[in-house]
T-cell receptor, first 114, second 113 residues
Framework: KAGVTQTPRYLIKTRGQQVTLSCSPISGHRSVSWYQQTPGQGLQFLFEYFSETQRNKGNFPGRFSGRQFSNSRSEMNVSTLELGDSALYLC?????????????FGEGSRLTVL | GQNIDQPTEMTATEGAIVQINCTYQTSGFNGLFWYQQHAGEAPTFLSYNVLDGLEEKGRFSSFLSRSKGYSYLLLKELQMKDSASYLCAVRDDSGAGSYQLTFGKGTKLSVIP
C-alpha cells in the first residue's frame, strides 16, 4: 500500500511569488491535514480537509489556502511568499474525519524563499 | 489556545532508559500522542493515550495524567537508532466535528555509545 505522496519534494521561490504543493493520501484515506514545520516553531497546523470541505483551520494568514478534490488528493497554495514561509510543509492523511489521532505523514515539501 | 512543553534536547546512553516529559494546557482534551521523527524524515506514530495510565508497546511506553496535564514517553533498552526527535501532540475537540492535533516543539534525543 503506497504511503502519502507529496510533490514537489524541494523547491526554491523568491519573495512575492506563489507556490502550489500537492498531496496524495493513502488510498482510502479521506481526511488530509497540512502542517508547517520550522526549527523555531515546530509543527504547526494549517488546515484539514474531508470530503472536499475544510473542516478546521489554524492561525495562518489568508495567503495560505488549500483545497481537496473528489479523489481526496489535496493541494495547498501560498501566495505573495515571504522569507518566513521557508519551511517543511507536511501533509498527513487519516482514514476518516473526527479521528485524526494517528496521522500518516508524507515526506514533505521543503520550500525555500529567497 | 493550547500550550505544550517538552524539553528541547536530551542525551542518553545506549542500553539505558530515558523518560521524555510533556506538559500541556488545553480545553476539550481528546487524547495525547507521541510521534518519532528521524532527521530528514516524516514523523511516525508511536503511541496514543486518552485515559489515565500507562500504555506499553514493546520498548516504548507512554503515560498520561489528565488531571495534571502531564505525559511521558519511556524508552527502554536504548538503541542508536532511537536517536530522533520525539513529538508530543494533543488532540483537541474543536467542536466542529473535526479534531486538530497541536504539537510540541519536539525533544531531540541523542543516544551515545
Amino acid at each position: 500500500k503506497a504511503g502519502v505522496t507529496q510533490t514537489p519534494r524541494y523547491l526554491i521561490k523568491t519573495r512575492g511569488q506563489q507556490v502550489t504543493l500537492s498531496c496524495s493520501p493513502i488510498s482510502g484515506h479521506r481526511s488530509v491535514s497540512w502542517y508547517q514545520q520550522t526549527p523555531g516553531q515546530g509543527l504547526q497546523f494549517l488546515f484539514e480537509y474531508f470530503s472536499e470541505t475544510q473542516r478546521n483551520k489554524g492561525n495562518f494568514p489568508g495567503r495560505f489556502s488549500g483545497r481537496q478534490f473528489s479523489n481526496s488528493r489535496s493541494e495547498m497554495n501560498v501566495s505573495t511568499l515571504e522569507l518566513g514561509d521557508s519551511a517543511l510543509y507536511l501533509c498527513a492523511s487519516s482514514p476518516r474525519a473526527g479521528d485524526t489521532g494517528e496521522l500518516f505523514f508524507g515526506e514533505g515539501s521543503r520550500l525555500t524563499v529567497l | 489556545g493550547q500550550n505544550i512543553d517538552q524539553p528541547t534536547e536530551m542525551t542518553a546512553t545506549e542500553g539505558a532508559i530515558v523518560q521524555i516529559n510533556c506538559t500541556y494546557q488545553t480545553s476539550g482534551f481528546n487524547g495525547l500522542f507521541w510521534y518519532q521523527q528521524h532527521a530528514g524524515e516524516a514523523p511516525t506514530f508511536l503511541s496514543y493515550n486518552v485515559l489515565d495510565g500507562l500504555e506499553e508497546k514493546g520498548r516504548f511506553s507512554s503515560f498520561l495524567s489528565r488531571s495534571k496535564g502531564y505525559s511521558y514517553l519511556l524508552l527502554k533498552e536504548l538503541q542508536m537508532k532511537d536517536s530522533a526527535s520525539y513529538l508530543c501532540a494533543v488532540r483537541d475537540d474543536s467542536g466542529a466535528g473535526s479534531y486538530q492535533l497541536t504539537f510540541g516543539k519536539g525533544t531531540k534525543l541523542s543516544v551515545i555509545p
